[in-house]
């Protein structure tokens, strides 16, 4: 995990717990770019989600209510295509291009009690 990638997870633990929320299930789930085998962009991302579920345990969700799952290069947000064709030539470029599909997404189900 980057320290923004913590930030931005200790930020949301915080909001929620603030809220009293209690998680019955949340859903951690990781993807990938396209470059790379399919095979190793699995493992990437599930090892993604299992970073990300690590933290949230060490910072005190229930390992319990935490599934994880990788997808891989399933879902893009940005293709190979779409980086081209706004300019990137380069390797660099497009690695940095494709960056918003190296991610984890993480939904929580469960409830804020009454006040």
């Given at each position: 995990l980057t320290t923004e990638?913590?930030?931005?997870?200790d930020g949301a633990m915080r909001e929620l717990s603030a809220?009293?929320?209690?998680?019955?299930?949340i859903s951690v789930v990781g993807y990938t770019d396209p470059l790379g085998s399919t095979e190793y962009n699995q493992r990437l991302s599930v090892a993604r989600a299992n970073a990300v579920r690590e933290h949230m345990v060490r910072g005190g969700v229930?390992?319990?209510?935490?599934?994880?799952?990788?997808?891989?290069?399933?879902?893009l947000k940005v293709t190979e295509?779409?980086?081209?064709?706004?300019?990137?030539?380069?390797?660099?470029?497009?690695?940095?291009?494709?960056?918003?599909?190296?991610?984890?997404?993480?939904?929580a189900v469960g409830e804020v009690p009454p006040q």
């Open positions: 990638g913590r930030t931005r997870i809220q009293n929320f209690r998680a019955r299930q229930p390992a319990g209510v935490i599934q994880t799952e990788g997808r891989g290069e399933s879902d295509a779409d980086c081209r064709a706004q300019g990137a030539r380069s390797r660099s470029a497009l690695i940095a291009c494709l960056q918003p599909n190296r991610r984890v997404e993480i939904r």
